[in-house]
T-cell receptor
Framework: DAGVTQSPTHLIKTRGQQVTLRCSPKSGHDTVSWYQQALGQGPQFIFQYYEEEERQRGNFPDRFSGHQFPNYSSELNVNALLLGDSALYLC???????????????FGPGTRLTVT | AQSVSQHNHHVILSEAASLELGCNYSYGGTVNLFWYVQYPGQHLQLLLKYFSGDPLVKGIKGFEAEFIKSKFSFNLRKPSVQWSDTAEYFC?????????????FGTGTRLKVLA
């Protein structure tokens, strides 16, 4: 049973560039959430995708956008990169249960983005 | 706004010592509570979770946590730590906000266990 996978593992970009990160959810999961984890901090919620639509969003600017594909995989796009965007980007997948209070999330290993 | 506070940022213990990591959240509605662990070089893994029922929850590797609703707390405990418990521990709350649920993580506690 494949867990959550993310690519690439590491990425180095220059300020002003754009980046796309990819995530494949755990088998059987239909919901993908993205988090930003800065050094020494806990993960910060960026947004969540379900049924190919953004369902929830944290306090991140519009430079952060995403997409979910019919096979439930997802992309995170960040435009006009800033030095402060350097972080570990985590993808988490879950199975949305109708009427449930919570979806247990499974995390991937993350993509380490460095902006120079 | 909802928040999660982990009071201890760094904890150093000797093997066989008892562990208690504090977690408090600020939200008055229905919450679901989690503890995650991140071992060096590995990704976040779920230790235990509380949704409802018995407020004392047992997780993997001998960890347990107690939900005390009146104190908005969900402290993590282990009677006797091992060197392999060296890791970073995150408390997380899944709470309803604006009609939907989202995870809110604490800033984490780095535990170092001395052999």
């Amino acid at each position: 049973d494949a867990g959550v996978t993310q690519s690439p593992t590491h990425l180095i970009k220059t300020r002003g560039q754009q980046v796309t990160l990819r995530c494949s959810p755990k088998s059987g999961h239909d919901t993908v959430s993205w988090y930003q984890q800065a050094l020494g901090q806990g993960p910060q919620f960026i947004f969540q995708y379900y049924e190919e639509e953004e369902r929830q969003r944290g306090n991140f600017p519009d430079r952060f956008s995403g997409h979910q594909f019919p096979n439930y995989s997802s992309e995170l796009n960040v435009n006009a990169l800033l030095l402060g965007d350097s972080a570990l980007y985590l993808c988490a997948s879950s199975l949305r249960t109708s009427g449930s209070l919570a979806d247990e999330q499974y995390f991937g290993p993350g993509t380490r983005l460095t902006v120079t | 706004a909802q928040s999660v506070s982990q009071h201890n940022h760094h904890v150093i213990l000797s093997e066989a010592a008892s562990l208690e990591l504090g977690c408090n959240y600020s939200y008055g509605g229905t919450v679901n509570l989690f503890w995650y662990v991140q071992y060096p070089g590995q990704h976040l893994q779920l230790l235990l979770k509380y949704f409802s029922g018995d407020p004392l929850v047992k997780g993997i590797k001998g960890f347990e946590a107690e939900f005390i609703k009146s104190k908005f707390s969900f402290n993590l405990r282990k009677p006797s730590v091992q060197w392999s418990d060296t890791a970073e521990y995150f408390c997380a709350v899944n709470a309803k906000a604006s009609g939907t649920y989202k995870y809110i993580f604490g800033t984490g506690t780095r535990l170092k266990v001395l052999a």
